[in-house]
């Protein structure tokens, strides 16, 4: 569901940068549509990235991160060419996976 | 010590016994540490979101904790924060900010090996103290900014 994370891995003096940006409105419940009701909540609540099947990092999230969420975090190990996986599961339980490959 | 222990109950009797030994550290999963932490998250004061994270006491301030913050942020819909924690064994980094409807924005997590600095982007509703809480292995320590929002960003 939902539309892909913009994801770029790159690796540098042994430490991978992954900067994602991922598609999502992050409704806090507190916001009212153009009709003057109140949009229901609607956020990611966790997002995960897995190297390989290890984990690498892990995020929870409540209505205060911003929309279409951006990260950027580090970890040592990667490959270019392979591939790290993430994925976001919502509140209302849709969730996304999306990969891109460390160059 | 009492609240503690109805601390204890309630998550017993609300998560079974996976919840009860999660919320003891017992069991270290990764499916245990995957769950979203509801009741930090619904949290509306610093103290109870705290106390959702597991924070008995007051964290101490450290100056190994490099928090990068705008001062003023002109539009409270999308303020960056950078946080890297020097603290050896650090596991998470968590993001509160006082003001906001509620007070957790985040909780980062930094397995073996993947460095304990996170960069974002968070809601502000209005001008408040922000903190940065680094979880290691030998407790929690805290670092805070004051960010003044001249647009809120909670109804955006």
């Given at each position: 569901?939902?539309?892909?994370?913009?994801?770029?891995?790159?690796?540098?003096?042994?430490?991978?940068?992954?900067?994602?940006?991922?598609?999502?409105?992050?409704?806090?419940?507190?916001?009212?549509?153009?009709?003057?009701?109140?949009?229901?909540?609607?956020?990611?609540?966790?997002?995960?990235?897995?190297?390989?099947?290890?984990?690498?990092?892990?995020?929870?999230?409540?209505?205060?991160?911003?929309?279409?969420?951006?990260?950027?975090?580090?970890?040592?190990?990667?490959?270019?060419?392979?591939?790290?996986?993430?994925?976001?599961?919502?509140?209302?339980?849709?969730?996304?996976?999306?990969?891109?490959?460390?160059? | 010590?009492?609240?503690?222990?109805?601390t204890?109950?309630?998550?017993?009797?609300?998560?079974?016994?996976?919840?009860?030994?999660?919320?003891?550290?017992?069991?270290?999963?990764?499916?245990?540490?995957?769950?979203?932490n509801?009741a930090a998250f619904?949290a509306q004061n610093l103290d109870s979101a705290l106390s959702a994270l597991g924070v008995t006491s007051r964290p101490?301030?450290?100056?190994?904790?490099?928090?990068?913050?705008?001062?003023?942020?002109?539009?409270?819909?999308?303020?960056?924060?950078?946080?890297?924690?020097?603290?050896?064994?650090?596991?998470?980094?968590a993001i509160l900010?006082e003001?906001?409807?509620?007070t957790l924005?985040?909780k980062?997590?930094?397995?073996?090996?993947?460095?304990?600095?996170?960069?974002?982007?968070?809601?502000?509703?209005?001008?408040?103290?922000?903190h940065?809480l680094v979880g290691?292995?030998?407790g929690f320590f805290v670092?805070s900014?004051?960010?003044?929002?001249?647009?809120?960003?909670?109804?955006?």
């Amino acid at each position: 569901m939902g539309n892909p994370m913009k994801i770029r891995a790159i690796l540098k003096n042994g430490l991978t940068e992954v900067r994602v940006l991922v598609s999502h409105a992050m409704e806090t419940g507190l916001r009212k549509g153009d009709d003057g009701a109140i949009v229901p909540a609607w956020f990611i609540t966790e997002l995960t990235a897995h190297y390989h099947d290890r984990l690498i990092f892990q995020a929870e999230f409540g209505t205060a991160v911003s929309k279409d969420p951006y990260l950027v975090f580090r970890f040592r190990g990667g490959d270019t060419g392979e591939k790290v996986v993430l994925r976001w599961r919502d509140s209302r339980g849709d969730t996304r996976s999306d990969e891109a490959a460390i160059s | 010590m009492d609240s503690q222990r109805r601390t204890l109950l309630k998550a017993s009797g609300s998560l079974g016994l996976m919840g009860l030994l999660a919320s003891l550290g017992l069991f270290a999963s990764e499916q245990a540490k995957a769950e979203w932490n509801k009741a930090a998250f619904e949290a509306q004061n610093l103290d109870s979101a705290l106390s959702a994270l597991g924070v008995t006491s007051r964290p101490a301030d450290s100056r190994d904790i490099q928090f990068n913050a705008p001062e003023v942020a002109e539009n409270g819909a999308l303020v960056p924060m950078a946080v890297m924690s020097h603290i050896p064994q650090t596991r998470s980094i968590a993001i509160l900010i006082e003001k906001n409807p509620t007070t957790l924005a985040a909780k980062f997590t930094f397995p073996e090996g993947t460095e304990p600095s996170i960069n974002t982007r968070l809601k502000m509703d209005q001008t408040s103290r922000v903190h940065a809480l680094v979880g290691t292995d030998g407790g929690f320590f805290v670092a805070s900014r004051d960010i003044t929002v001249i647009v809120g960003g909670c109804g955006a």
